[in-house]
């Protein structure tokens, strides 16, 4: 049975489903400068890599009923990223995460992509807290973390690499 995916609307962008249709359009936006400066692996990988992390979004989706979407413009039906939730096994939560093609930067479709994410995760699986880890480097992302309402917690060291772990409490408790 195949698992029919969701998709988000926003005032200008659509979530959907990753096709494998895609990857040359993500192979091309990796290429992009500056796009995986602050990932574990600067170096963008290969177009059968691309296939693969599409591939293992499906299988995300099925084992854990969320994953990352394809960001598309509304205005022209151009993908010009992808943004949704990781569940992430070294630290046993969700994280958010994006990655848009850099001309795209700067214009708020990051945090508008992040925020429907984090409210999916809210209102549809019922997440206790979501997590998102940026580079301490990364202020743009950082500062799209924080307008997606998630307070910095801590450093830590993961993937061979400093982060800062951010976290979204999303049915805090009362006191």
């Known amino acids: ?18 096709l494998l249709e895609d990857a040359a359009a993500l192979h091309l936006i990796y290429q992009s ?3 995986l400066q ?5 170096v963008p990988p290969p177009l059968e890599k691309v296939q693969g992390f599409i591939t293992g979004q499906q299988v995300h989706w099925e084992k854990y009923g969320y994953g990352n979407w394809a960001v598309v413009l509304d205005n022209d039906g151009r993908i010009i990223g992808w943004a949704g939730l990781q569940y992430l096994p070294e630290l046993s939560e969700t994280e958010v995460g994006f990655l848009l093609d850099h001309p795209f930067w700067g214009r708020g479709y ?9 409210q999916f995760g809210l209102e549809r699986l019922n997440l206790d807290h979501i997590i998102a880890l ?7 992302s950082r500062r799209v973390i924080e307008k997606c309402g998630m307070t910095w917690i801590e450093s830590i060291s993961l993937w061979g690499i400093n982060l800062l772990r951010y976290k979204f409490n999303c049915n805090p408790i009362s006191s």
């Open 1 to 18: 049975m195949i698992l029919q995916l969701p998709s988000i609307h926003t005032a200008r962008l659509t979530l959907r489903p990753l």
């Open 38 to 42: 602050y990932f574990p692996n600067p």
């Open 110 to 118: 990051a945090t508008e992509a992040g925020r429907v994410s984090v």
């Open 134 to 140: 940026v580079h301490p480097d990364n202020l743009a």
């Open 33 to 35: 400068e500056c796009v």
